[in-house]
């Protein structure tokens, strides 16, 4: 890859990251499967970093003090260049502090660290993100890792399901226009196993906002799966593009779009973590992969 990025290599797997929004780019296994979307034209992302927002604001305004701001859908970070901190065979983190350019966009000072850890079982993605500032630091965050589906050629996306650790009755929250609506919708889990197609994303997002489990496993009756473990987060999405897109996005997230009806100041918005100043929120998710069935 021309980007700067950087390589991290275990027993059995790597896994490529790049500067240009601390993205992860690749997690492959020694027998060439590689479970990370590889930004084709259907999306051209493949993990992004989601942060100050998660989802759209209202009108894609920030409110603060008296002041608008524009902020577009996810924030910012995942199109700006993060600084190296460390980068080792099996480790590497970033670091993205703010600036002119996110002040236009963002008025709060803070420091969002990201670092990713490789071993034979998968990857550690554990975040950071420090109030160096002297108000409340109103923020979320999430992650967006895009999945290659099916990830075993031959097989149907309808093949696959998440299995979830724990039962998932709550409803569910879908979106009109990238904003939350406000009735909650059945969920499409039964028990813990949600079947997967293509249909389901016709509405855009799934989100899981009551969500039980910590993790959820990605696969089909054979071949490679993912597990997805998360600490800090509170809530889920799953995405894809209801048009054919060969890739599944599991994000635990720290937030979420703003309500329908919300047009408030930034710092009232629902789901926000709110980080006193000097202090620090971390959070953090891991993938987990295999090859031998649903494990």
Request: proline share 6%; glycine share 10%.
């Amino acid at each position: 890859m021309r980007e700067d990025t950087h390589v991290l290599r275990s027993a059995g797997l790597t896994a490529i990251v790049k500067a240009a929004g601390a993205e992860l780019c690749s997690l492959e296994n020694d027998s060439g499967v590689e479970f990370i979307w590889q930004a084709g034209a259907a999306w051209p992302r493949h993990a992004p970093l989601l942060f100050p927002i998660v989802g759209r604001l209202t009108n894609d305004e920030l409110h603060h003090r008296g002041q608008t701001y524009r902020m577009t859908q996810h924030g910012f970070a995942r199109d700006m260049r993060f600084a190296w901190l460390e980068r080792s065979a099996t480790r590497c983190a970033l670091v993205l502090s703010d600036s002119d350019a996110t002040r236009e966009k963002y008025p709060f000072a803070f420091r969002l660290m990201v670092m990713y850890s490789l071993d034979a079982a998968g990857l550690d993605v554990a975040f950071a993100i420090v109030n160096t500032g002297d108000e409340i630091l109103p923020a979320s965050l999430g992650g967006h890792p895009a999945f290659n589906w099916p990830l075993q050629p031959g097989l149907r996306k309808e093949d696959y399901a998440l299995t979830f650790a724990r039962d998932e009755a709550h409803p569910v929250r879908r979106l009109d226009a990238g904003l939350m609506r406000a009735a909650a919708e059945p969920t499409p889990v039964r028990g813990k196993v949600f079947r997967l197609s293509e249909s389901l994303f016709a509405d855009d997002a799934i989100i899981f906002d009551a969500i039980d489990s910590a993790s959820v496993r990605y696969a089909a009756g054979q071949g490679p799966w993912v597990e997805m473990s998360w600490t800090g987060f509170r809530e889920l999405g799953v995405w894809s593009k209801p048009s054919g897109a060969p890739f599944l996005c599991i994000e635990p997230w720290r937030g979420y779009a703003s309500p329908l009806a919300f047009g408030g100041a930034f710092a009232d918005k629902p789901g926000l973590m709110q980080i006193e100043p000097g202090e620090d929120t971390q959070l953090a998710y891991r993938i987990a992969v295999g090859t031998d069935g649903p494990g």
